[in-house]
C-alpha cells in the first residue's frame, strides 16, 4: 500500500519553506522564482522512502475530485492511503486529510 500525500501549489509550499528558512537563517533570502525548488527539494528527499509519492494541486485534474483524479493519473490504487496536506494559520501549522479506504465491490 502507497501513501500519496496532495499539497498545496509549488508555489505555495515553496514559500513555506522560504518563511521556515528565514526564521531559521536570518538574513537568507529566497525570491519568489525559488519557492518551486524548494518544493521540489522536499519532494526528492520524501520519495526517497519507499510507496511515498508527492502530488501538487496543480497537477491533479480539476475535471474530478482529488481521488479520482489520483487513480485516474497518478498511479493510485483503491487501497491506497490518501493524505491532503493544507496550511493553518502559522507557519508550522498544517491541516490533514487522511481519505477512508473504500471497500472495492467484488462480481458475484
Known amino acids: 500500500m502507497a501513501i500519496f500525500?496532495?499539497?498545496p501549489s509549488r508555489q505555495l509550499l515553496g514559500q513555506r519553506f522560504s518563511e521556515l528558512l528565514t526564521s531559521l537563517f536570518p538574513g537568507v533570502q529566497y525570491?519568489?522564482?525559488?519557492?518551486?525548488d524548494l518544493a521540489e527539494a522536499l519532494t526528492g528527499?520524501?520519495?526517497?522512502?519507499a510507496d511515498v509519492h508527492i502530488v501538487y494541486r496543480e497537477d491533479?485534474?480539476?475535471r474530478c475530485g482529488v481521488k479520482e483524479s489520483l487513480l485516474r493519473n497518478c498511479g493510485a490504487a483503491m487501497e491506497d492511503e490518501i493524505v491532503e496536506v493544507d496550511f493553518g494559520a502559522g507557519l508550522t501549522h498544517f491541516l490533514h486529510q487522511r481519505w477512508a479506504h473504500e471497500p472495492t465491490s467484488r462480481a458475484a
Not at 45 to 49: D, L, M, P
Open 45 to 49: 528527499i520524501v520519495e526517497a522512502q
Open 60 to 62: 491533479l485534474d480539476d
Open 31 to 36: 525570491s519568489a522564482w525559488d519557492w518551486p
Open 5 to 7: 500525500y496532495v499539497l
